[in-house]
């Protein structure tokens, strides 16, 4: 029974390692975009905009938009 | 690629999918074992046991899933919104069943330690809240974010459902195939009669 209840938290923490590592690459075209989407939404309502443009963008489109944001605040 | 600024972002999701199906195997074994159910090849401590520790690390995730969710600082959610439900300001519809079915676990986590006070009958009433928080959480996860929409993860969806609908589906069936309690002495009793008849055919 101590067995089964270590392996089942292992596989558990694997997994969950797993999804994290593939969110962002494999499963992720909906991720990157969903979080793209709550960078605009969010960022509006809670006056977060220069935390969201000091971070590392998650899609190609949002880092070439942090980018030239930046730059041109510069 | 997992940056160090993202990797509460992810963390969250990753800790909310596992969640989702500890949560499953939670509700199957629960509902397995309920009404002096026991596993097929187990005996009924072993699946109590099973289900109770599966209750522990499905809420261990769900604690992580919840703290890295405030943690992140892309997405504003106040410790508030945690708590009470439909209050947070970033899709507060989904968000918000989240809370319910956080609120829920917390119920039955806290009647679960509080068990030999309170009582059996109180504890039993209480803990079919479990019921409600599976869909309520399962709900949660469709609507906060896609990934449990499409690719492996809405398998893995559907074989949650699927799961649980069988187990609730096997469990209904044996229930209502039982010999009522009132009848279950004279059923027994005639059963030795009926194999002597059957006998001297």
Avoid: E, N
């Amino acid at each position: 029974m101590r067995a089964a209840t270590v392996s089942m938290t292992a596989a558990s923490l694997v997994a969950a390692g797993a999804i994290a590592v593939a969110l962002p690459s494999g499963i992720s075209h909906h991720a990157t975009a969903t979080r793209s989407t709550q960078s605009s939404g969010v960022s509006g309502s809670t006056s977060g905009t220069s935390r969201s443009l000091s971070r590392p963008a998650a899609t190609p489109t949002a880092s070439s938009g942090t980018s030239q944001a930046t730059s041109g605040g510069s | 690629m997992l940056a160090s600024s993202t990797v509460f972002w992810y963390a969250s999701r990753a800790t909310g999918v596992v969640a989702i199906a500890l949560l499953t195997a939670v509700i199957v074994l629960g509902i397995a074992v309920s009404r002096k159910g026991r596993l097929p090849g187990l005996p009924r401590f072993a699946g109590l046991h099973l289900h109770r520790y599966l209750s522990l690390l499905a809420v261990g995730f769900v604690a992580v899933h919840v703290l890295t969710a405030v943690a992140d600082s892309y997405v504003s959610i106040r410790l508030a919104a945690v708590i009470i439900p439909f209050t947070s300001a970033y899709k507060p519809i989904w968000l918000g069943l989240g809370t319910v079915a956080l609120d829920l676990i917390a119920a039955l986590i806290v009647t679960s330690a509080l068990r030999h006070r309170i009582g059996r009958r109180t504890w039993r009433s209480v803990h079919w809240l479990a019921y409600l928080s599976w869909p309520v959480a399962l709900a949660h996860g469709l609507g906060a974010s896609q990934d449990l929409r499409s690719g492996p993860l809405l398998a893995l969806t559907a074989v949650c459902t699927a799961a649980v609908l069988a187990t609730a589906g096997w469990r209904l069936t044996a229930a209502a195939l039982a010999v009522p309690r009132a009848r279950r002495v004279p059923t027994l009793m005639s059963a030795p009669q009926d194999l002597v008849r059957a006998g001297h055919r």
